[in-house]
Structure formats: structure tokens, C-alpha cells
């Protein structure tokens, strides 16, 4: 069975590559996607570190999430 911070990671990666989000685009909050996923805060948070470390979303301190600009490289 595959874990539900790796579906929830799978399926917002999926979103990126297919063009659905975008560069800058902001992720729906946590609280958005725990309701929507039926998952926890820590799978949540999960799925977010693995997005994060795979350079697709940052972090902006006191705003939201959102999609990654691409490198011009």
C-alpha cells in the first residue's frame, strides 16, 4: 500500500509536469488539502517536504506554498 503523503506527492507532481499548476502558481492550503485528500497534517507536511526537496514548490515565509519557477539553465 503506498503511502498518502507519496499519493498526495505523486498527484501535485503530476499537476506540475502536465501544465494543470503552473510556475508560481499558489498549492491550496493544508488545510484544503487535508479535506480534500482525506489525510492527516503530517501527510500533508510529507508530501510537502518531498516536493520541496525535489525543487517543484517553495515555501514563502508568512504566505502559502507555490509552484517552483523553472531555472532558465
Known sequence: ?????????D???????SGELRPGDKLPSISQL???FGISY???????????AEGLIEGRQGEAVYV????AS
Do not use: C, F, N, P
Open 1 to 9: 500500500m503506498t503511502a498518502k503523503y507519496v499519493k498526495l506527492a
Open 11 to 17: 498527484t501535485i507532481r503530476e499537476q506540475i509536469k
Open 34 to 36: 487535508r479535506e480534500e
Open 42 to 52: 503530517g501527510s500533508v507536511r510529507g508530501a510537502m517536504l518531498v516536493l520541496k
Open 68 to 71: 517552483k519557477e523553472r531555472d
